[in-house]
């Protein structure tokens, strides 16, 4: 059976190459792969494009508490953006990015956020590779917040993250 197939194929090829003249085949094929290639690029271009121009809105998160070392910082703001559990956190003049599912925090240069009001802005591209070394990460749902714990480092200062959530334990907003 199989080299009947075989057989067939090949007079199938044959017969499209006495039909066609040599010079239109090679067209035809070259021209079939530019359309492919064609296509290929246009269809990936816009999604690159909207990825490295997109910048994400971030809104203030109200009621959200960050105490650092046991204590409130003087100056703060928690701001939260599409995704569930990933928050930008304004820490005096420092800016983190807090990935509470994968337990990763990056520092942002201040000079990328741009903070208008009740509003972030933050381009995709502004985040780093690499995040900071944290180390004793704890979540615990406290009732009326969920409580993210970690420290900077080994050693380093003690960062408390308090998200309101809903009494049946969904983030609040």
Known sequence: ????????????????????????????????VLTLSLLVIVGATPGLVARQSSKQQWKTLPFAIVRYNDDAPKSWNVYRGERKGIYLVRLWKRYLLIDTDSQNVFEIDPEKVKAEGENAELAAQDIPEDPLEISEWKTKNAGPVLRHRFRFGKS????????????NGRPAY
């Open 1 to 32: 059976m199989k080299n009947f197939q075989t057989k067939v194929a090949a007079e199938d090829r044959m017969l499209a190459r006495r039909l066609m003249p040599e010079g239109e085949s090679r067209a035809a094929l070259w021209m079939g």
């Open 156 to 167: 380093g200062n003690f960062m408390e993250l308090q998200i309101p959530v809903l009494p």
